[in-house]
C-alpha cells in the first residue's frame, strides 16, 4: 500500500498570502519523502460539510499544473473534477496537457458533481443527477475517442463535436481514469465498464468490504475483471500523529484489496508532517 497527499484545505498558517508557499512547500515535501500522489478537489467554494464555503479554495488544474512543474515522480490528478465543471472536450484536453507537462504523471480524475451551491453561485448549470450521470458516461466516451487516433467527429446526447483533434497526445496513449464515489447503482457500474481507479469515501472496513462486493457484481455482470481496477480510498485522520496506530487501521483496508490510501493536509509545517509521514509511514504501509 502507498500514500497520497490531498490537499484540500487552504486555510493555511500564515493566511492566503501564505497559500501559494504552502502550496509548493507541501508538493515539493510529498515528492521528496516517498508519497505516491498529489491530488487536490475540483471546487470553486469550500465545501460546506468540512469549512464554510467562503474558506479560500483554488482552481484544481492551475494548481496541479504548478505542481507539476515543482515535481519529479508525483502522480497528479483532482479527487475529482465533476462533469458539469467544463465543457467536456475541453477538460479531456486540460487533462490531456497537465499529463504532457509532466511527463506522464497525470490521472484523469471524474465524478457525476454534486455542488449546487457553487454551480449556481457562478452561473454554471447543475443538471439533475440522472442528466449528470449520463453526461458523465458521455465525457468518458469522448476522453476514449480524443486519446485514440480517430480525430474525427463525435455525436452524443448532449454533445456534437466536429472534430477531436487532441495534440500532442497523452505520453502514455492514454491517461487512466479514476472514478470517485461509492453511489453502488450508478458510480460503481460506471467504475466496472471503464475505470481504471476507484477512489472511495469508506475507511471503515465493514463498509469498504460491502461496496467491494458491489463492485465484484458489476464487474461480473460487464464481463470485467475486478483486478484490472486499483481501489483508492480517502481516509481521515493525521498518520504522523500516531505512526503506529495509523498503520494498523490500515492493514484492514490493504487486506480488503486497496493499494492506496489518500490523507488530508494539515495546515501548518507541511515539511516537517511529510518528512515524518516519509519516515515512519511510508514504509510500514508499504510492507502491507
Known sequence: MDIGLHFMNFSVAGGEAAIPDAFAEA???ADDHGFDRLTVMDHWFQMERFAPATEPMLEAYTALGVA?????????GTLVTGVTYRWPAVLVKTATTLDVLSRGRAFFGIGAAWYEREHLGLGVPYPPIAER???????????QQM???DEGAFEGPFTTLAETICQPAPPRGRIPILIGGGGERKTLRLVAQHADEANLLADDPELLAHKLQVLRAHCADVGRDPAEIRITVLVGGDPAAD???FVERMRPIAELGAT??????P???LA???AKVGEEVVPRLAAL
Open 68 to 76: 507539476a512543474g515543482l515535481t519529479k515522480r508525483l502522480r497528479l
Open 260 to 265: 492506496q490510501v489518500q490523507v488530508r493536509n
Open 27 to 29: 508538493a515539493i515535501a
Open 243 to 245: 505512526p503506529a496506530a
Open 272 to 274: 516537517g508532517w511529510a
Open 147 to 149: 486519446w485514440s487516433p
Open 267 to 269: 495546515t501548518a509545517d
Open 133 to 143: 450521470f449520463a453526461r458523465l458516461e458521455e465525457l468518458i466516451a469522448i476522453a
